[in-house]
């Protein structure tokens, strides 16, 4: 059967039922990169089949790694036969990472240290994303990498070579460039040493330590020391709570709507859009289920509510960068003002994120006053459905399909097939929740 269109998705009056969404796709990313430097086999079960996911699944089949999907019943499965941490081989093309900036940047933290030459390019989405970042560590570690703008563009070339711990500092907080960082020093001799100015995803921290590779925290400092070898392991992934944001708005703004998510990971560092829409007024419930991999998960339910302005701003921001989209939706249908601050890293992402959502709620007829690190939103009951341009963003094209839901004659998504980046079957399951 073919995915539902936004068409078949309006109409509908209330949304009710329970669900698990896809595995979630940071996790996905980091469990297929350790299990490739692990010795021996590791099974992955749930993670996320999406294009992000694949491409990182592809670069290491690339260098060697024997990676096998098998379906479980309902749930994809992984397995893939790890051969140390120099057991990678030259690939004999240049590694393409598509539109995933997570890929390319733990594959270039990563091949720093191996002792071949390799190159990583992706869409030109990705190559129009800053490296530079990545880069600059990685170097002072030793590491050898050119491209564009002086290595900060890619197609990035990296000639692999030893590398040496250092004690770095980010400029600003950034999972990708801390995760990049800390497979680097997996990879250098002696210790690894990072802080950063704000708390990021610690995703790979956690991660790491599932596979028992020794990290430790010593006030907000990690320390990984290199070279230490780790068996394979059997990882189960929890839903991605990213994906999950886009039924918690749904459901909260459909009348009559009532949503569980089920198996959903509740990271800490990735609760912020609980938080800033529990602060608006939602009506979440979560119920705690045993940790998946070293994870913390629920069960979480929405029941449809009223909601008011609120101000999303400091911590707060490396906590729901990803949700951005979909929480500048809330914002739109909330009584009174959202103000968003802090924000400039949205400039960078698939798309400038702020620019783009602030044209599509323009075009509903929101009123949106945009701020270089941000914008304010003024909510307002009623919308006009509106074409939306979503610049090949998978998250744009969701929240503006959500949107769609309770805009007057639905919204147009200019590319609807680029959400399979991140929710292979986002309509699919949205179609699926009763009317």
Not at 35 to 50: K, Q, R, T
Not at 229 to 248: C, H
Not at 406 to 412: K, P
Request: glycine letters at 12%; a neutral charge.
């Amino acid at each position: 059967m073919s995915e539902p269109s936004i068409k078949d998705l309006l109409g509908k009056k209330s949304l009710r039922g329970t669900i698990e969404v896809p595995g979630d796709k940071s996790i996905t990313h980091r469990a297929v990169t350790l299990s490739a430097l692990a010795e021996g086999v590791s099974e992955i079960v749930g993670y996320l089949p999406s294009e992000d996911c694949r491409r990182t699944i592809t670069a290491f089949r690339e260098m060697g790694i024997s990676i096998t999907e098998e379906p479980s019943g309902k749930v994809p499965t992984l397995f893939v036969e790890g051969k140390g941490l120099r057991g990678l081989s030259e690939p004999k093309g240049v590694l393409d990472c598509g539109n995933s900036g997570t890929t390319m940047r733990l594959l270039t933290g990563l091949l720093a240290g191996q002792s071949f030459f390799s190159v990583l390019t992706g869409d030109a989405s990705l190559r129009s994303r800053p490296m530079r970042r990545v880069v600059e560590p990685l170097r002072l570690m030793g590491g050898e990498m050119v491209g564009r703008s002086g290595g900060n563009l890619a197609p990035l070339a990296i000639s692999g070579r030893p590398l040496s711990g250092i004690d770095y500092r980010l400029p600003i907080a950034s999972a990708q460039v801390k995760s990049a960082v800390l497979l680097a020093g997996l990879m250098a001799s002696g210790v690894t040493t990072l802080s950063e100015p704000g708390r990021s995803r610690d995703h790979t921290e956690r991660m790491l330590r599932y596979f028992g590779v020794k990290l430790e925290e010593n006030e907000e400092r990690l320390s990984i020391v290199g070279g230490s070898a780790f068996p394979g392991k059997k990882i189960e992934v929890p839903g991605d709570l990213s994906s999950a944001a886009f039924f918690l708005v749904a459901g909260t703004l459909v009348d009559g709507s009532e949503i569980t998510l089920r198996k959903v990971g509740i990271n800490p560092t990735r609760t912020g859009i609980l938080d800033v829409l529990r602060q608006m007024g939602a009506r979440i419930t979560v119920a705690p289920l045993a940790p998946m991999c070293g994870e913390p998960t629920a069960d979480v339910t929405v029941r449809s509510s009223a909601l008011k302005g609120t101000v999303i701003e400091g911590e707060l921001i490396p906590r729901t960068l990803d949700e951005f989209p979909i929480l500048c939706v809330a914002a739109a249908a909330a009584e009174g003002e959202t103000v968003i601050r802090g924000a400039q890293e949205l400039r960078v992402k698939e798309s400038d994120r702020i620019a783009a959502m602030a044209k599509a709620l323009r075009g509903m007829g929101v009123t949106v006053e945009e701020f270089p690190d941000g914008m304010k939103i003024l909510g307002t009951k009623k919308w006009r459905g509106t074409d939306c341009e979503t610049h090949a963003d998978h998250r744009v094209a969701m929240a503006m399909t959500v949107a769609g839901l309770i805009a007057e004659g639905g919204n147009r998504i200019d590319d609807e097939a680029c959400i399979n980046t991140s929710f292979p079957g986002f309509m699919q399951l949205l179609s699926s929740l009763t009317s």
